[in-house]
């Protein structure tokens, strides 16, 4: 869908971008104890959860002028989750 809309979009000078968050510290996390979030925050390089300001400073990055040339890009925002095969990597 993004990558449509990107084209599509275009020709008028609107950009369509994503932000594909990880693990979030919500009320729903919270919620969930302060074990769980541990376990979670150390499957995580930066060893701890993000939070609502990390997703929201990707999505100001998103908005600004400086990333008027951006567009059909999804920035992951999930304290670098995404790159380790298997918790020793972490070690």
Do not use: W
Not at 12 to 17: A, D, L, M, W
Not at 51 to 77: P, R
Request: with cysteine.
């Amino acid at each position: 869908f993004m990558r449509t809309a990107c084209i599509e979009l275009a020709k008028y000078g609107i950009t369509v971008n994503a932000i594909m968050p990880g693990n979030i510290i919500t009320e729903g996390l919270v919620g969930l104890g302060e074990d769980y979030q541990k376990t979670m925050a150390a499957s995580i390089p930066l060893k701890r959860l993000g939070t609502v300001e990390d997703i929201g400073h990707a999505a100001l990055y998103f908005a600004s002028k400086e990333a008027g040339y951006v567009t059909g890009q999804t920035i992951i925002v999930d304290g670098g989750q995404i790159l380790p095969e298997s918790l020793e990597a972490l070690a």
